[in-house]
């Protein structure tokens, strides 16, 4: 069983910067994909950014593209997003999820795990 865990989410200003990590217990597949999805309040929970183990590509949301930047350290089990030129709509709970598998998905349900969420609030 893999167990999922956040940290550094905060209060930041835009124009800020936030660096979550996500760190991994349990279980790990050679093969995992990991994410990072977040949730706003009213609103579905989307695909923020991916990456396989391997780390060979990653992918990201359009609103997130060239501000934020999604690594892993396999050693420790640990994915990270650094966050760059927040913007106040990037406010939400910010998950990490796991899945087994080849495929960066970027829709929720087809990820196994979840961590609790850690939330990022940038104000104006």
């Known amino acids: 069983q893999v167990q999922l865990v956040e940290s550094g989410g905060g209060l930041v200003q835009a124009g800020g910067s936030l660096r979550l990590s996500c760190a991994a217990s349990?279980?790990?597949?050679?093969?995992?994909?990991m994410a990072w999805f977040r949730q706003a309040p009213g609103k579905e929970r989307e695909f923020v950014a991916g990456?396989?183990?391997?780390?060979?590509?990653?992918y990201y949301a359009d609103s997130v593209k060239g501000r934020f930047t999604i690594s892993r350290d396999n050693a420790k089990n640990t994915m990270f997003l650094q966050m760059n030129s927040l913007k106040p709509e990037d406010t939400a709970v910010y998950y990490c999820?796991?899945?087994?598998?080849?495929?960066?998905?970027?829709?929720?349900?087809?990820?196994?795990?979840w961590g609790q969420g850690t939330q990022v609030t940038v104000s104006s």
């Open positions: 990456m396989l183990r391997s780390g060979d590509t990653s």
């Open positions: 349990g279980r790990t597949v050679r093969g995992d994909v």
């Open positions: 999820a796991a899945r087994w598998g080849t495929v960066v998905a970027g829709v929720p349900d087809q990820y196994d795990v």
